[in-house]
C-alpha cells in the first residue's frame, strides 16, 4: 500500500471502490484506490486515505445513509429500483 495511507474499506470491483472514493473526495478527503491483486483489475480494491485522516473518513462514511437505489445509480448510473416511494 501507499505509505502513510491506511486502507478505511475494501471491495471485490473497482466501481463501488471508486464510488466510495468520491464520496469522501466531495468532503475533501484526499483518496486513492489501490488494487492488490497480482493483475491489474483482480483481487480486491481498497479504498485509501491519509493516516491523519482515517478516523475523520470513516466518520464521514458513518453518517452518510446511503438508499438502495442511490448505490444502484453510483453503480450502473441506471435509477435504482430500492423500497423506497418515488412518490415521496
Known amino acids: 500500500m501507499i505509505k502513510g495511507w491506511q486502507s478505511i474499506e475494501w471491495f ?51 453518517q452518510a445513509a446511503v438508499t438502495d437505489a442511490e448505490l444502484d445509480w453510483l453503480a450502473t448510473g441506471e435509477p435504482g429500483s430500492g423500497d423506497e416511494s418515488e412518490d415521496r
Open 12 to 62: 471485490d470491483d473497482e466501481g463501488s471502490a471508486q464510488a466510495l472514493a468520491g464520496r469522501l473526495r466531495i468532503d475533501g478527503v484526499p483518496v486513492a484506490v489501490k488494487s492488490d491483486g497480482p493483475v491489474p483489475g483482480v483481487g480486491a480494491f481498497h479504498v485509501l486515505v491519509p493516516e491523519d485522516l482515517a478516523q475523520r473518513a470513516r466518520s464521514l462514511l458513518a
